[in-house]
Nanobody, 125 residues
């Protein structure tokens, strides 16, 4: 069992940066692929980024490549999403999630067993 809690969301202007954090409970956190998803009003939840259990490999959706960076600190049971050059279209509720599968399946939300409650990110133009 892993419980996940996100933090770091807020209201920013276009071009600004935010760093989201997701802290997990349990001693097995380091064994999970960790992913970030987002859901905008009226839209489906979409994959954003993921990181392997060791932190050696990452994977991003094309729309955030070069702007977002996912990282993790297994000693702190925490995964981060650094978001730079934010755009209004990044506005969404952001969720972190834990998957026992390999990184190759990271963009499938069905592969994740545990989810956080979400944190709102709003980017004004």
């Amino acid at each position: 069992q892993v419980q996940l809690v996100e933090s770091g969301g807020g209201l920013v202007q276009a071009g600004d940066s935010l760093r989201l954090s997701c802290t997990g409970s349990g001693r097995t956190f380091s064994s999970y692929v960790m992913g970030w998803f987002r859901q905008a009003p009226g839209k489906e939840r979409e994959f954003v980024a993921a990181i392997s259990s060791s932190g050696d490999n990452t994977y991003y959706v094309d729309s955030v490549k070069g702007r977002f960076t996912v990282s993790r600190d297994n000693a702190k049971n925490t995964v981060y999403l650094q978001m730079n050059s934010l755009k209004p279209e990044d506005t969404a509720v952001y969720y972190c999630a834990a998957s026992p599968q390999h990184l190759g399946l990271a963009d499938f939300s069905s592969e994740y067993d545990y989810w956080g409650q979400g944190t709102q990110v709003t980017v004004s133009s």
